[in-house]
């Protein structure tokens, strides 16, 4: 079950993350992966891990919010079976406290960011038959969190623009679904925490955990199998829809 054998699959924020287990995920089922990421070592670090244990991976350096260049790169890797978006930043802060500057760097990674790889993949996963698409949204898009206005906006676009994509292009063959992770430790984490919180980041990271009734943040890991069940076959009767990985933050913190 679950395999991807002569399936191609490109995965946006492929070099560390989420991104990076989704990308070493989908090749231990037999796809070919695309790890695309705009710091070419991250990428090209994940794709060694991959041929590393018998997996077949390609590492580029892009700028999602380039649609010249993500146009450019997807019609040069030709078949497109599975498009996978993870690439995202973070932001602090509410309506007030949010500079137009950052208001505009997180639109335009998070959302443009999404558009352009769409707007880029789905033509060619028209061509190659159709295919599985899975954007990387979050809680936020669904509950109130304090201080992620600019985020949580961008979040509710990623939502939207999946029920969107497939509606349109259902009778393309293609399927498209979303997932909203609660928190998740990744090396973001460590590095908010450690930037924030200098001195207090273990007491912080049980703090953060606790705030998901599991009582614990989840895994990369966690996230990737369940992008690998929508991509594969067995999923195939399942489009516009969206699945909290979140440890109960979203229905049992009332």
């Known amino acids: ?81 599975i498009l996978v978006n993870c690439a995202g930043i973070s932001h602090i802060g509410n309506a007030i406290s949010t500079h137009e500057q950052d208001f505009e760097k997180i639109f335009q990674v998070n959302v443009k960011g999404v558009y352009n790889s769409l707007f880029a993949g789905i033509p060619i996963m028209q061509k190659s038959g159709g295919g599985a698409i899975v954007n990387i949204s979050s809680v936020a898009a669904k509950v109130g969190v304090s201080d992620r206005f600019a985020y949580s906006m961008t979040k509710g676009a990623v939502h939207a623009m999946t029920l969107s994509v497939a509606k349109d292009f259902i009778k393309d063959g293609i399927r498209c679904n979303s997932i909203s992770p609660g928190r998740v430790h990744t090396p973001f984490v460590d590095g908010f925490l450690k930037k924030n919180y200098p001195g207090q980041e273990a007491a912080m990271f049980e703090k953060l955990s606790k705030t998901q009734p599991i009582g614990r943040m989840g895994n990369p890991t966690e996230i990737a199998q369940q992008v690998l069940y929508l991509c594969s076959d067995e999923a195939g009767f399942i489009t516009g829809c969206d699945y909290a990985i979140d440890g109960g933050f979203t229905t049992l913190n009332s």
């Not at 070919?32 to 350096?61: C, F, P, R, S």
């Not at 790169?73 to 497109?80: D, K, L």
Request: proline fraction near 0%.
């Open 1 to 81: 079950m679950f395999l991807l054998h002569h399936k191609t699959a490109v995965v946006t924020g492929g070099g560390s993350g989420i991104g990076k287990e989704v990308c070493i995920v989908l090749a231990q089922q037999g796809a070919k992966v695309y790890v695309l990421d705009l710091n070419k070592e991250q990428a090209d670090a994940t794709a060694a891990q991959i041929e590393k244990n018998g997996g077949q991976a390609k590492a580029l350096a892009i700028d999602v919010t380039d649609q010249a260049t993500m146009k450019k790169t997807h019609e040069a890797i030709g078949n497109i079976h």
